[in-house]
């Protein structure tokens, strides 16, 4: 399966303040991680972020070419991307993105469990949506998420009775 070269990273919720700042509510894992990048997209249209901070858990950034409130009102809404390769990813790490469609597979017996739907984002933890026609819901824990391989395009899990 190929990988998309961008990953959507938060939406622009509103602008901030009179210089032209959009305020991006992050969809990834919070809104410092998002500090980190000098280039942010929109429509696969970069723009290079010449400030960004956080307040209130969302990302205040300057983008480039948005100088005034009025550009940045016409960004309103707009999904922000961040590419791919701007990312390096620690050992056992991987981008939702990649993971969800995946095939389930119980460790122990080998069989096919699912299909990955949907990561559900909970402050204990992250729970992994798994369809088979019924849904059966598992937390994203070590416990139980035993390894994601998105480069082979498998995902293993430990179950438990009631799972």
Request: proline letters at 4%; charged letters at 25%; glycine letters at 8%.
């Amino acid at each position: 399966m190929e990988k998309k070269r961008f990953l959507e990273a938060g939406k622009i919720v509103n602008t901030h303040g009179i210089r032209g700042e959009v305020k991006i509510l992050p969809w990834c894992d919070s809104p410092e991680f998002l500090c980190g990048f000098d280039r942010l997209y929109i429509n696969e249209t970069p723009f290079r972020v010449l400030s960004s901070y956080v307040h209130k858990n969302c990302l205040i950034a300057q983008l480039e070419g948005v100088s005034a409130v009025g550009a940045a009102m016409a960004l309103k809404n707009s999904v922000v991307c961040i590419a791919r390769e701007d990312v390096k990813l620690e050992e056992g790490e991987y981008f939702i993105a990649d993971a969800i469609g995946l095939p389930v597979y119980d460790e122990e017996s080998g069989e096919q469990i699912g299909i990955l739907k949907d990561v559900l984002e909970y402050p204990a933890s992250k729970i992994f949506v798994v369809s088979d026609g019924t849904e059966r819901l598992i937390p994203a824990v070590p416990e139980f998420v035993k390894k994601v391989d998105t480069e082979n395009g498998a995902i293993y899990v430990r179950l438990i009775e009631g799972m």
